[in-house]
């Protein structure tokens, strides 16, 4: 079974930096598009930042231009480079693989990881 494992979160002050990763581990033949999504309290959740296979990457509007999303060249690590951070962008941060297709010919439409607590302190 296909699993997302986040790390990085943490505590850091307004205009301060954080990485996060996400592995993905299991029996993965390919995953389509992997992003972040955040969640704050009292708040949805929204989308942050995904990148495709192909590298096509797409920010949430609050994040553009600070935030920066990758992906390893086994395409099975995503990672979210969060610079000029804000108190706004206190959440927790969920892992997401959307379009898993595993090696034992198995599909799965999404999966999400456990969540990594982000905190931006002023």
């Known amino acids: 079974q296909v699993q997302l494992l986040e790390s990085g979160g943490g505590l850091v002050q307004v205009g301060g930096s954080l990485r996060l990763s996400c592995a993905a581990s299991?029996?993965?033949?390919?995953?389509?598009?992997m992003g972040w999504y955040r969640q704050a309290p009292g708040k949805q959740r929204e989308s942050v930042a995904t990148?495709?296979?192909?590298?096509?990457?797409e920010y949430g509007t609050s994040v553009k231009g600070r935030f920066t999303v990758s992906r390893d060249s086994a395409k099975t690590t995503v990672f979210l480079q969060m610079d000029s951070l804000e108190p706004e962008d206190t959440a927790v941060y969920y892992c997401?693989?959307?379009?898993?297709?595993?090696?034992?010919?198995?599909?799965?439409?999404?999966?999400w990881g456990q969540g990594t607590q982000v905190t931006v302190s002023s």
């Open positions: 299991g029996p993965i033949y390919s995953i389509s598009v």
């Open positions: 990148i495709s296979s192909g590298g096509v990457k």
């Open positions: 997401h693989a959307a379009g898993v297709r595993t090696t034992t010919s198995q599909y799965q439409a999404g999966l």
